[in-house]
Nanobody, 123 residues
Framework: VQLQAFGGGLVQAGGSLRLSCTASGRTASPVSMGWFRQAAGKEREFVAGINWNGSGTYYVDSVRGRFTISRDNVKNTVYLQMNSLEPGDTAVYYC?????????????????WGQGTQVTVSS
């Protein structure tokens, strides 16, 4: 499975962005997805996860209520809609995939990673 993330950019605080992550290649297993982010000088952290069929989602407390993860399995794409962005959301955002029905918040639980897309929120 190859992942390609895009949609990052520069936005003012309070603005919105939508990240997309498209998967190519095939796996015999269902695939659950996650979004992570890494700010400069900090460790990579979990942001949001979604089950293989979209039936379950989970968010880190700092983004719950502002971000929404979703997926379109026909298009092999997972999205991260980010609203009410704050300067603290500035980071490189990565999508990740794992061949299981459910996500995990642990980055080591993911087998495949996208290249990352930069999100910068100005105050």
């Amino acid at each position: 499975v190859q992942l390609q993330a895009f949609g990052g950019g520069l936005v003012q605080a309070g603005g919105s962005l939508r990240l997309s992550c498209t998967a190519s290649g095939r796996t015999a297993s269902p695939v659950s997805m996650g979004w992570f982010r890494q700010a400069a000088g900090k460790e990579r952290e979990f942001v949001a996860g979604i089950n293989w069929n979209g039936s379950g989602t989970y968010y880190v407390d700092s983004v719950r209520g502002r971000f929404t993860i979703s997926r379109d399995n026909v298009k092999n794409t997972v999205y991260l809609q980010m609203n009410s962005l704050e300067p603290g959301d500035t980071a490189v955002y990565y999508c990740a995939a794992r061949p299981y029905i459910s996500y995990t918040i642990t980055q080591h639980g993911y087998d495949y990673w996208g290249q990352g897309t930069q999100v910068t929120v100005s105050s």
